[in-house]
């Protein structure tokens, strides 16, 4: 049959059309629904993160007293110096620390306070007079004649963020005050090692985006006792009686916590949440059977077989299902009457006077003796009272321990008052928020861009608009918490740190961000053939059809023209 | 039983160590194990036995059931086949009884899914999800991972119906690095072409062992006739062997565990893989992944506390503070009632949608005119 010449084209019109309009809607409209959505994300702010430049800020007051100061010097007073210190961690990382030290002379109801007879006194009169900023020092320089330090201490460390400072004798008149104060830098120093930060404990701190080797044994041990940066703590308190027969234990945990352990918890409060839990469990052994010694007629568990403690107990203690906060275990353990009293011994077999051990990030145990409390013949089951003070003084002590307070052991001419009935100094807070912001600002710089390489690299998460807007908010708190620590707000660093953390810890963790979207080339075609090649197929043909038919008649035009 | 646990206790005794010491030699202070059956229906019954027995060892050797999670596929012990229920055995004539009544399992049926495990491993759970369905691991955690299954060059299969391949696998765990979610991690699979699971790895601190290398198929160890199905795989059974020696104060290290199944028991042959690892593998403890052994320091401070205990005011009556605790909405009861059809995602039609049209053109075409078809072909 001929096919005439309309309908020739009106055929060639349909496949061109067909062709058309599957390339020019059904392609961009596949492209559109196969797309994954993907929010906008600030990933340029989030690149700079990456590069992170932290500066801390210190204040420090030197307060010079009556006669550690010629006049001459003193006229030249108040002078203010800044000492910078910078340290390259890593290629990403750069610290700077920055000390700005205020010198000036003594008022007259500094020197009234000063003029107590102990050093404890004097601090607490001190601290009456005005009250430091959070983050800052003020150093008290007394003469050597002053009898408030014994004879061996030339410094005293105060329970607020005080301390005083003894100059030696080589202080004559005539000297200007530019020796005097280079004579006083090193001392100086050497305190703010102790009371303010120091560059062991922020490296440590940062230990999340440098994986490094310390040179000493002591830094690992430490990095590895105290928890890390976490919003929220749960502490359990439990007092464990294996032999409910022979004791009836009381024990007024609630009125101990409140009196003891609370004080802790409130000045801890800008740092972290607490959250507390008590309980009692009867019948529970220690699992390690104890060795019994003659010589003191009593028992022992060596510091090796302690080790093996604690996976018994744990299965017993249960915890607080609610949140993944981690948890503090505080064990209280009252020996049986078979097997009282319990001692233990120490890796070079001396009595531990505390009978406490701790394990990091887990708890501690005490063992506690109640056997004193008792004649042999008395009828079981015994009333016992538990000392509170006495236990809740070494669980403290742990709880210390375990949240990173605990700082290096200062120098010996150093005297420290011990912390007050929170069980808290101020400085040492202090040391703890510095540490906790640098520890924060690094934990959330490398999720953040963490997470920002993640979704870079894996194409196919959906990136919804509630992370998108965590991502920037992070960003946000964490661009505000390094510029607070570069002024020296230390409240506020720490305050938008926590906020930081919290967002970027939120972005990473939202269950919407887990990618089953990765498929493998050959499974790509497989889906895709079936469904666009029987399609495809008419049409290209077609196409190539209609080219080769246009060609033959250019071809035909030609030989025409020839 | 007292000689013997004293003599134990002089061993102790004898063993010198220093506490700075036991610090640097893993760098751990927790354990914690992930252990998986992927598969189910009742001929499988030996992957369930082969978690179950792995898991019995882990917690004997001091891991809590709070640190391990447990996903079991399929429930053998209850299954209508099993001739003795309530039990999972292990070993022929029923010896051993894995099972018990203290078993805690985590995920269960169809719970375990590529997903969830994805999830667990990276932590992006939902916040509804309770504690013990949750790795919390920190930087400062040893993980072991144990897979079993019927598995392929490249992939795990999931409860007969989805796989997880080995990048996605290896794409986890660099997130967990990331994340610092582990110290270092043990990973242990047993199937068939296990050694193809451990090829992608990338991200450091990981050490794996497979059961068999690819292009090889994973045996199983013996049937029971009571039963009627085999009751463990061989490389499991030759590594629970092993496990049996290992106490909690054994200083057995990973060169031993290499050597576990070797071809002539195993018929396959075992591989390992320790280039990502930073510490050399013979200086690496059992118990560093399969106990529990917690670093131990002295307390030796104690804070003198002078206050005497502040009675607490009787104020339990006036202002009881009522604190509105909320938690995530699971199942809105608005949206169970009036549920409306979930609104889907349009998509482009499918290719039997694609071929029924075409197939009608072609019939319209045919009894309408050829001519206009010839146009177009």
């Given at each position: 049959m001929a096919v005439t010449e309309v309908e020739r084209r009106r055929g060639k019109l349909a496949a061109l059309s067909i062709a058309a309009m599957v390339i020019l809607v059904g392609v961009p409209l596949w492209w559109k629904t196969t797309q994954t959505y993907r929010a906008w994300l600030p990933v340029a702010q989030i690149n700079e993160l990456a590069k992170l430049q932290l500066q801390l800020s210190a204040d420090v007051e030197v307060v010079f007293a009556?006669?550690?100061?010629?006049p001459e010097q003193q006229k030249k007073v108040p002078v203010t110096q800044t000492q910078d210190e910078d340290h390259?961690?890593?290629?990403?990382t750069t610290l700077r620390y920055r000390h700005e030290t205020r010198y000036r002379t003594a008022t007259v109801m500094e020197e009234d306070a000063l003029k107590q007879p102990t050093a404890a006194e004097a601090d607490l009169s001190l601290h009456r007079l005005s009250e430091s900023p959070c983050g800052s020092l003020v150093i008290y320089v007394i003469p050597?004649?002053?009898?408030?330090?014994?004879?061996?201490?030339n410094v005293y460390i105060g329970q607020r963020r005080t301390a005083l400072l003894r100059i030696g004798a080589?202080?004559?008149?005539?000297?200007t005050l530019k020796q005097l104060l280079a004579h006083l830098e090193p001392r100086v120093k050497q305190i703010l090692q102790v009371m303010s930060f120091s560059h062991n404990d922020i490296t440590a701190a940062l230990s999340d985006r440098v994986r490094f080797s310390p040179d000493n044994k002591e830094s690992i041990a430490d990095s590895m006792r105290a928890f890390k940066s976490s919003p929220g703590y749960e502490i359990t308190f439990s007092l464990l009686n294996p032999d409910p027969k022979s004791h009836r234990l009381h024990w007024d945990i609630e009125g101990a916590v409140q009196t003891y352990i609370q004080p802790l918890l409130t000045k801890l409060s800008p740092v972290a949440n607490f959250s507390l839990d008590s309980q009692i469990l009867y019948?529970?052994?220690?699992g390690v059977n104890p060795r019994y010694d003659s010589s003191r007629s009593a028992y022992i568990l060596n510091a090796d077989s302690?080790?093996?403690?604690i996976n018994p107990v744990e299965a017993r203690?249960?915890?607080?299902?609610?949140?993944s906060n981690p948890v503090l275990n505080f064990l209280l353990y009252v020996p049986d009457a078979h097997h009282s009293p319990l001692y233990i011994h120490d890796h070079k077999k001396r009595e531990v006077q505390t009978n406490a051990f701790h394990s990091p990030r887990w708890g501690g145990i005490m063992v506690y003796n109640v056997?004193?409390?008792?004649?042999?013949?008395?009828?079981?089951p015994v009333d016992v009272n538990i000392n509170m003070a006495k236990v809740m003084g070494v669980f403290l002590a742990q709880l210390r321990l375990l949240l990173g307070v605990q700082s290096t052991a200062p120098p010996s001419s150093f005297q420290v008052a011990p912390c007050g009935s929170s069980g808290l100094a101020d400085w040492e807070l202090d040391r703890l928020m510095w540490s906790r912001s640098v520890e924060n600002v690094a934990t959330a710089t490398t999720t953040i861009t963490s997470l920002a390489q993640l979704l870079d690299q894996i194409g196919n998460i959906v990136i919804n608009d509630n992370i998108a807007q965590q991502v920037s908010s992070a960003v946000t708190s964490l661009q505000l918490a390094v510029a607070e620590l570069e002024v020296g707000n230390l409240g506020f660093a720490l305050q938008y740190s926590k906020e930081a953390i919290l967002a970027s810890e939120k972005a990473f963790f939202?269950?919407?961000?887990?990618?089953?979207?990765?498929?493998?080339d050959d499974q790509k075609f497989a889906i895709y053939i079936p469904l666009f090649l029987p399609m495809c197929v008419p049409i290209l043909l077609s196409l190539l059809k209609i080219v080769s038919e246009v060609r033959q008649r250019r071809r035909e035009k030609q030989a025409k023209k020839d | 039983i007292l000689t013997q646990t004293l003599t134990l206790v002089v061993h102790f005794c004898l063993v010198f160590q220093d506490s700075a010491g036991q610090f640097f030699s893993?760098?751990?202070t927790n354990n914690w194990a992930v252990l998986v059956c992927t598969s189910r229906f009742w001929f499988n019954y030996r992957h369930v036995a082969n978690t179950l027995s792995v898991y019995r060892s882990v917690k004997r050797l001091g891991i809590p059931d709070s640190h391990i999670v447990l996903m079991l596929a399929?429930?053998?012990?209850?299954?209508?086949?099993?001739?003795?229920?309530a039990t999972v055995f292990s070993h022929k004539n029923m010896?051993?009884?894995?099972?018990?009544?203290?078993v805690e399992v985590d995920y269960r049926g169809y719970e375990v899914t590529v997903e969830n495990f994805l999830r667990v491993l990276t932590g992006?759970?939902?916040?509804?999800?309770?504690r013990s369905k949750r790795?919390?691991?920190?930087?400062r955690s040893n993980i072991l991972i144990y897979l079993t299954g019927h598995g392929g060059n490249g992939f795990l299969k999931f409860q007969d119906s989805e796989e997880i391949s080995n990048v996605e696998l290896a794409d986890a765990f660099e997130q967990m690095w990331q994340k610092r979610r582990y110290n270092e991690l043990l990973f242990i699979i047993d199937t068939c072409q296990g050694a193809s699971m451990y090829e992608r790895f990338y991200s450091p601190n990981l050490m794996a062992l497979a059961s068999s290398q690819v292009g090889e198929d994973s045996l199983s160890h013996q049937p029971d006739l009571a039963i009627?199905?085999?009751?463990?795989d061989r490389y499991t059974f030759y590594l629970l062997e092993f496990l049996e020696?290992?106490?909690?104060?054994s200083k057995t290290n990973m060169n031993d565990l290499f050597k576990v199944c070797p071809k002539s028991q195993c018929v396959s042959t075992p591989g390992h893989r320790t280039?990502?690892?930073?510490?050399?593998p013979g200086s690496v403890l059992i118990t560093d992944f399969f106990g529990s052994v917690r670093k131990i320091e002295i307390t030796m401070e104690t804070i003198n506390l002078t206050d005497p205990i502040k009675q607490m005011e009787e104020n339990s009556g006036n202002d009881v503070q009522t604190e509105n605790n909320t938690y995530v909405d699971q199942l809105p009861v608005s949206e169970i009632i009036h549920q409306k059809p979930k609104q889907r995602d349009w998509h482009p039609p499918d290719g039997f949608i694609l071929g029924l049209w075409t197939l009608i053109l072609l019939v319209f075409f045919k009894t309408y005119g050829v001519k206009h078809l010839k146009h177009v072909f």
């Open positions: 009556r006669g550690t100061a010629t390259a961690v890593d290629e990403d050597e004649s002053s009898s408030l330090l014994p004879e061996n201490v080589q202080m004559k008149v005539g000297k019948y529970a052994m220690l302690l080790a093996h403690v203690l249960g915890s607080n299902a609610a949140s056997n004193g409390f008792y004649q042999t013949g008395t009828n079981f939202d269950p919407s961000l887990l990618h089953l979207l990765y498929f493998p | 893993s760098g751990h399929d429930d053998m012990a209850c299954n209508h086949r099993n001739p003795k229920p010896e051993l009884n894995v099972y018990g009544d203290d992006r759970l939902p916040p509804s999800t309770p790795l919390l691991s920190d930087d009627g199905v085999h009751l463990m020696d290992i106490h909690p104060a280039d990502l690892f930073l510490r050399d």
